[in-house]
Every structure is written in C-alpha cells, then in structure tokens.
C-alpha cells in the first residue's frame, strides 16, 4: 500500500488484501495517515466494484493498485 497526495486529493493505492470481505474499506483510515479520533463520521467506500472509491467526506481516493485483483464475497 502507499499513499500519494496531489494539491488537494489524497490517494490511496490498495492491494487486495488490505480490503475487507465485502470488498471496501472505511473512511477515515489509518491507511490513509488520518487520526481516526479527529476525522469525519466513518463511511464505508466500496471499492472492489470499480476498483477505486472516493470519500464524500474527505476526498480520499481509495484505489487497487495496478494488477491488483479482489476475489473476495460470498
């Protein structure tokens, strides 16, 4: 996993791992270098659907990283 940040977007680039059984992460993450304490309302952003999600709260871009493949669910 890194994590890129741009003027104003940060990115996270995710390997398939690092989702979780239905294919997504939360936001705010640790991933992401955000203070869980002192972030927004956590949300939940799918992510394996399209392979990238973007927080409504924050505009953290969740991404899988390239070759990455999610072979989770049920």
Known sequence: ???ATTRQETVV???AG???GNGGVFC???QAG???WNGHPRVFLDVASTGQARCAYCGTVYRLAAGEHFD???
């Open 34 to 36: 955000m203070k869980l």
């Open 1 to 3: 996993m890194t994590t």
């Open 72 to 74: 989770g669910g049920h």
């Open 28 to 30: 705010p993450s640790a």
């Open 18 to 20: 690092d989702l979780n």
């Open 13 to 15: 680039e995710l390997k």
